[in-house]
RNA sequence: GGCAGGUUGCCCGAGUGGCCAAAGGGAGCUGACUGUAAAUCAGCCGCGCAAGCUACGGGAGUUCGAAUCUCUCACCUGCCA
């Protein structure tokens, strides 16, 4: 099993693996499209909107997703919604707020260039960006509703999932994301007819909008597309995947620190660990099947968890990074160990936990703790410490006026203080 | 536009004049166990070292005392138009 596949499993089908992997939620006829994935390299898209400064490690799904079937030998698309960004999809929690174009625009172009790191743009199957605002911003409002809404009947649209979902809601839905569905319909369409795509790629969510263009390219094409979505990532207690107590887990390092980003892959409950593994990591079946074999025999070992950790964390920060957050974990969850740990080495790894500058006099550790970010109050402090979950430097602290001493100071000027079993930070003494 | 009901801490939700910093549940935090997992058990869970302060949609009032009563404004829901 080697890291570099050097053939692209070809002839073994791409949806089967797809399969195994947990990766198919819904999809067109699955014989047609296993039929034209057999048959050559096809064109297929997937699509990411500017909703946000940055993509989150859901919409890795799909990007590895798309990274799998470029791998297949199949030629993908990435879209950036600079036109859909503008207008927003429906969505269970309501009427999104308009941002402005410029932020839009700002948005978009971070997005585009995450995309970029997980297509390769090289080789025969190269993957090109596309961006929907230029064929939707020249569009006018006439050619609009006669050459694209001609083709959509309100039956059609108000029986999608979502739409009905808000139009029984207290908050209804608004024309415009009413509209969405036409919008990423003809996103499809054009791109069928620019470069014969003919499958789109989406989140489960997404499948109303995905069959959106399947059926708009029918109608105006009489021609067959196809749809695929990717199941929503759920943990095994049914809360939502992706978030921390501090947040989405976002992909920009500047957003989620690699240490973090590291850290969230690192704690997967064990009932989800293998799971995951097959969706976020590429190794192969027989190399996923020994790390599954070792949860269940050696759970202590969390083999399962530092594999996944590792390799999503390379995938998305680079080996640097993540050497760097592996040797930064080992050290400040390792007992007793810290004196050993070299400067250039602890300071990595307390930037990467979030490093504290404190001005002396020495603080006591009340303060400590609310200066490094680990408690919010000095009250949640003092509770902290009275609960015996408060350490500097490995060891337990219970006198909430406790103040280090200098000989405490790790290579002079360092402290690593603790809550609880999770929760590191550095301080920095200036 | 009329009538009725509602707005409580991160969320749900009890509370109709003092015993309310506010029941109960969820979420969250800490400890024990352990494996930086899950489950379980225990404690905690507005701010403040404390005195105390701030809080029950906003504002004004009644009262010794208000989440609880009155007025007013805002928003939500139901019925009527």
């Avoid at 694209?148 to 979902?165: D, P, Q």
């Avoid at 989800?272 to 996923?288: H, M, N, Q, T």
Wanted: some cysteine.
């Amino acid at each position: 099993m080697s890291d570099q596949p050097a053939v692209p499993h070809l002839p073994a089908s791409v949806l089967d693996d797809l399969r195994w992997r947990g990766l198919i939620a819904q999809s067109t006829d699955e014989h047609e499209l296993a039929t034209a994935l057999a048959g050559g390299p096809i064109t297929f898209y997937g699509g990411f909107d500017p909703t946000a400064a940055s993509l989150h490690i859901g919409n890795l799904v799909l990007l590895l997703t798309m990274r799998r079937i470029q791998e297949a030998g199949h030629l993908p698309l990435g879209l950036v919604g600079g036109a859909t960004g503008l207008i927003g999809d429906p969505r269970m929690s309501g009427e999104r707020v308009l941002n402005g174009p410029d932020v839009v625009a700002e948005w978009l172009a971070r997005i585009q260039r995450q995309v970029e790191k997980y297509l390769d743009f090289s080789g025969p199957f190269a993957a090109r960006i596309v961006n929907n605002l230029d064929w939707t911003a020249p569009m006018g409002a006439i050619d609009f509703l006669r050459d694209v809404g001609k083709h959509f009947r309100m039956g059609r649209m108000l029986s999608k999932e979502i739409v009905s979902a808000r139009l029984n809601s207290d908050e209804g839905l608004s024309f415009t994301e009413f509209s969405y569905q036409i919008l990423q319909g003809m996103d499809f369409l054009e791109l069928y007819r620019r470069y014969g795509c003919v499958l789109q790629l989406g989140g489960n969510d997404q499948w109303g909008n995905l069959t959106s263009g399947t059926e708009l390219i029918r109608k105006a094409e009489g021609k067959a597309a196809h749809a695929l979505t990717t199941p929503l990532i759920t943990k095994a207690d049914g809360t939502k995947f992706g978030k921390t107590e501090s947040g989405t887990v976002w992909l920009d390092a500047e957003l989620t620190s690699p240490y973090a980003f590291y850290q969230f892959w690192f704690n997967t409950e064990d009932a989800s660990v293998d799971s995951y593994l097959k969706v976020f990591s590429f190794k192969g079946r027989e190399e996923l099947q020994a790390i599954a074999e070792a949860t269940s025999t050696r759970p202590h070992a969390r083999e399962a968890q530092r594999a996944l950790a590792a390799e999503v964390t390379t995938l998305v920060h680079g080996p640097e990074a993540t050497a760097a957050v592996i040797t930064a974990s080992g050290a400040l969850f390792g007992r007793g160990e810290l004196r050993e740990v070299d400067e250039a080495t602890l300071a990595a790894a307390l930037h990467e936990a979030g490093l504290h500058e404190v001005a002396r006099p020495m603080p006591n550790v009340v303060d400590l703790l609310r200066e490094s970010g680990l408690a919010t109050s000095s009250s949640e402090a003092r509770r902290t410490i009275a609960e015996g979950g408060a350490n500097i430097n490995n060891q337990r602290i219970g006198d909430p006026d406790h103040i280090p001493a200098v000989a405490d100071l790790l290579h002079g000027r360092y402290l690593v203080i603790r809550r609880g079993k999770r929760a590191v930070a550095g301080i920095a003494i200036r």
